[in-house]
């Protein structure tokens, strides 16, 4: 090997070695359906009395709050570091996956996404979008639409639109605090009035609005309807699904909830459980949210503290991040993209019966 080979196989070296997590700065939405909770209960920094519907908390565009990183976004980012980043998913496309905090004080439309081969097909888009919800915070009462109560057809649901008795069909499911939802593609669904919750998704913005309660934007005409694309796309058999029943697993000082297992996504929620607590990435870029308390963690050596409800993404490159437990009971709701789903099965040993629930249709 030539001297020049060895220094810059050093230099890449080092320069994995010194790599951290990446703390992003939100992005926020407003929304007609929108209150003040992403400001007063989740931190965001927002207008007062601004009706705020979400904060994206891992996209793209997300600029990263760091010295070593000045101004850049996550895309940026993903442009410069590759695999450093990214790990084996391709980084010439946008992160593969988004993260949310919606704050639906009033409920949104009912709607539906499409899966990738129609995104591709019809919209030209590379993606479609499956996503899953975790409830943070729910009024007494409050329920999501998911799914149809019977079997139905793309004849009654058009006739039903047209005729606006299409609520009559729609299955509506209580929700508490920790409930967690997983939506595949074709999953008619809407989420209720006062429900804060975490959505992860695969980055795409391809949303069907079939019905949204005779409400009118910001400029006074009703929003547009989908109805059409919608019923291209939509699943017409009651499925019943209901809130996903975890798996927890305590290893390295963690106890892991492992919630969600999709091909595009895996979502779960760790708890520090010991005086230190390990998390191997498995060679894939992780995003982390931190919940109720503040969280303590070292990476290569660096300590850095995230604070409630603060999103990070831990570049592939990084091996292990190492949590400390302090205080309060340190927890994250974690989503790692293109998961290694072998390795899924090996860490929980029963990986038949957890991925029976997720089976996409």
Not at 176 to 183: I, R
Not at 247 to 257: N, P
Not at 302 to 312: D, H, K, L, N, S
């Amino acid at each position: 090997m030539s001297t020049g080979a060895s220094n810059a196989d050093a230099r890449s070296d080092r320069s994995v070695s010194s790599l951290q997590p990446l703390l992003l700065e939100p992005t926020l939405t407003p929304a007609l359906w929108g209150g003040g909770a992403l400001v007063s209960s989740y931190g965001k920094t927002g207008a007062s009395g601004a009706l705020l519907g979400e904060a994206w908390e891992c996209w793209d565009d997300n600029r990263i709050v760091s010295t070593d990183h000045p101004r850049q976004t996550l895309g940026q980012a993903r442009g410069i570091m590759g695999a450093a980043l990214m790990g084996p998913i391709d980084p010439a496309f946008p992160f593969p996956i988004l993260t949310k905090i919606i704050d639906a004080h009033l409920a949104l439309s009912v709607q539906v996404h499409p899966d990738d081969a129609y995104a591709q097909r019809v919209e030209h888009q590379r993606n479609g979008k499956a996503e899953c919800w975790s409830i943070l915070a729910a009024k007494p009462g409050a329920e999501i639409i998911l799914g149809w109560t019977r079997d139905t057809t793309r004849e009654e649901y058009e006739r039903r639109v047209a005729d606006g008795t299409l609520g009559e069909i729609l299955r509506r499911v209580p929700v508490a605090v920790g409930d967690t939802f997983y939506l595949p593609a074709g999953t008619l669904h809407a989420i209720g009035a006062g429900i804060q919750l975490f959505e992860t998704q695969q980055t795409s913005d391809l949303t069907y609005r079939i019905f949204d309660w005779n409400r009118v934007g910001s400029d006074g005409k009703p929003r547009e309807l989908h109805v059409s694309k919608a019923g291209d796309v939509l699943d017409f058999r009651a499925t019943f699904p209901k809130a996903i029943q975890p798996i927890r697993i305590s290893a390295d000082g963690l106890e892991r909830a492992l919630l969600i297992a999709d091909t595009r996504f895996l979502v779960e929620k760790i708890r520090v459980i010991g005086s230190i607590g390990i998390y191997h990435t498995g060679g894939r870029p992780v995003t982390m949210t931190a919940c109720a308390g503040e969280v303590y963690l070292r990476a290569n050596g660096v300590a850095q503290t995230i604070a409630p409800y603060q999103t990070i993404v831990v570049p592939a490159a990084i091996a292990e991040i190492e949590f400390v437990a302090r205080e309060t009971t340190a927890e994250l709701l974690v989503a790692t993209p293109d998961p290694d789903l072998d390795a899924v099965h090996r860490l929980i040993g029963n990986g038949a019966t957890f991925f029976a629930q997720f089976k996409p249709r």
